[in-house]
């Protein structure tokens, strides 16, 4: 999906036909109508109106403007200016969709954790992973440790992650980014830190939540190694 897509002029569209990406929640902060942020602007649009429209997709969900839409909801507006993206999420993979949102909203202030989580959008989980290894086999090296060391070298092909294995992994990713200063990390170390996501160890099971228990270390051991 091109994210350099034409948009169109400035219409004016009625808010009821306008839908925010669930996308958006995983990528950036829930956007709350009762967020102090949020009245403040809601305040501003109803003393001055939206000053720059939103960007919204073919099929009418939003691509940018996910505050300004719950603030024009919280200010009673009927209609609100956008500009169409000649897109569809309809037609778009959920990464693409993920891409797409990030793409349009680089100017935006963030929190730390919003910009780690643009920055998982480029992470390949088998790419990190090897690049993981890698590491810690030089680290290793550079030390001069007499430990046994672990062969990495390809013998086999090993299975492609499945998708429902992706949450727990992008987890584990998010976790050694977030914690670069401490490289390299153990698996308890990473264990640790998923404990303070809401994580699923399958993506199709909701009761999988990840929490500190043996079957959960396991599942991610295995899953790293």
């Known amino acids: 999906m091109s994210t350099t897509a034409l948009e169109s002029e400035i219409t004016t569209v ?3 036909r306008v839908l925010p990406s669930p996308e958006n929640d995983a990528l950036y902060r829930t956007v709350r109508t009762d ?3 949020i009245i403040a602007l809601a305040v501003s649009i109803r003393d001055n109106g939206i000053l720059e429209p939103l960007v919204i997709s073919r099929d009418g969900y939003i691509v940018s403007g996910h505050r300004r839409y719950a603030a024009a909801t ?3 507006l009927e209609s609100i200016p956008v500009r169409y993206l000649d897109v569809s999420r309809e037609n778009a993979t959920t990464d693409q969709w993920v891409e797409l949102l990030r793409e349009h909203n680089r100017a935006r202030e ?3 954790a919003e910009k780690v989580n643009e920055q998982l959008v480029d992470v390949d989980p088998d790419v990190a992973h090897r690049a993981l290894l890698q590491r810690r ?3 290793s090296d550079l030390s001069g440790s007499s430990l046994h060391r672990v062969d990495t070298s390809v013998k086999s092909i090993r299975s492609a992650i499945s998708r429902a294995k992706r949450p727990m992994l992008e987890a584990a990713i998010k976790v050694i980014v977030e914690n670069k200063a401490f490289w390299p990390m153990s698996i308890r ?4 830190g998923i ?3 809401i994580v699923l160890r399958h993506a199709d099971h909701p009761d999988s939540r990840y929490i500190n228990n043996l079957k959960c270390y396991k599942d991610l051991s295995n899953l790293l190694t």
């Not at 170390?189 to 640790?192: N, S, W």
């Open 189 to 192: 170390g990473i264990h640790y």
């Open 74 to 76: 919280v200010a009673g």
């Open 110 to 112: 963030k929190t730390l």
């Open 14 to 16: 009625d808010i009821g």
């Open 195 to 197: 404990l303070n996501y």
């Open 35 to 37: 967020d102090p942020s």
């Open 137 to 139: 086999e030089k680290l």
